[in-house]
């Protein structure tokens, strides 16, 4: 491999994964370096929560209320002929269970780092006083890069 090439491999490393983290509600786990863009806290892509294992409801949320998301590209990998998106569902952890997908987002090809906020609604139709996740995906769609990240937080839903 010549240094030409090597320099490419590099580069072409260090773009291959989109990243996404979930600020708001905060995710599982840790959430470091979202200052720098390519942050391993952001690049979970094992279905449905990154691997990461359930915790304490970090907040409660009403049935019916509104609440915003706020999640970031933490890094870019827009394709213009195939362009992503993000979707903010609430659910269950369990897979075979249905995510109810609260808000869809377009990627627009916004700069890595960039935050997202959207509102939704917590469906009434919840069962009130049981752990729930919010659940963050990106959707890449970009065939040089693993086709979805995932975040969740743990919440509670209240009447
Ligand atoms: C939530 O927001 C919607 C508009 O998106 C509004 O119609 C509704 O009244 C709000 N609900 C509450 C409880 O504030
Ligand atoms: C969310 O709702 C709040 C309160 O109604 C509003 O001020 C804000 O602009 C909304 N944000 C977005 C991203 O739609």
Redesign the pocket.
Known sequence: MNLLTAVIAAVVLEVCCAHMCMISPPQRGSMLNLNKAGSSDCVLTTPRCGGRPRGMPVMGLRR???FTVSFQKNLDHYVAATPGSFTVSIGSERGGTKLNVLANIPDAGEPSLTVYSV?V?IPMDLEPRREYIMHSAYITNNPQAPPEFFQCADIMVNE
């Open positions: 019916g209320q509104n509102n609604t």
